[in-house]
C-alpha cells in the first residue's frame, strides 16, 4: 500500500494517473468522510486528490501501520508538511480485488 500513499502525495498529475490507472479498479469507489457524494472512477478519484492537494499545498502521506486479511487491507497514516508530519491522521480501508484497489474507506481521526 506504499503506492497508495505516494499516489496521494504525487503532485506530477501524469505520473499520479498512471499511478491509478495500476492500482484502483477502473470501477473503484472512494468513500470520504468530508463529502456526502462517493467518488467512483479515476477521473474522479484524481479530482479528490486534486482538491485535497490544493488545501493542503507541501503536506504528504506517511505511512504508520498497516494489517490485512483476505482481501481487505487496513492502513493508518499521517499527513503533513516534513516540518510537522503528524498533523492529520487517519486510517484507510481498502477492498480488494486481486491486486486492484476496488473500494476505499476514508476515516479521519479528530482531535
Given at each position: 500500500m506504499k503506492k497508495h500513499l505516494e499516489i496521494?502525495?504525487?503532485?506530477?498529475?501524469?505520473?499520479?494517473?498512471?499511478?491509478?490507472?495500476?492500482?484502483?479498479?477502473?470501477?473503484c469507489e472512494v468513500f470520504d468522510p468530508n463529502y456526502a457524494d462517493v467518488f467512483r472512477g479515476h477521473d474522479a478519484l484524481m479530482g479528490l486528490i486534486d482538491e485535497v492537494q490544493s488545501k493542503f499545498p507541501g503536506f504528504v502521506f506517511t505511512k504508520r501501520?498497516?494489517?490485512?486479511?483476505?482481501?481487505?487491507?487496513?492502513?493508518?497514516?499521517?499527513?503533513?508538511?516534513?516540518?510537522?508530519?503528524?498533523?492529520?491522521?487517519g486510517e484507510d480501508v481498502f477492498i480488494m480485488n486481486g491486486d486492484l484497489i476496488q473500494t476505499l474507506y476514508i476515516f479521519i481521526d479528530h482531535p
Open positions: 496521494w502525495s504525487e503532485t506530477d498529475r501524469q505520473k499520479r494517473k498512471q499511478a491509478i490507472d495500476e492500482l484502483y479498479a477502473e470501477t501501520q498497516q494489517d490485512e486479511h483476505h482481501n481487505i487491507v487496513k492502513l493508518t497514516w499521517s499527513f503533513g508538511p516534513l516540518d510537522q508530519p503528524d498533523a492529520i491522521t
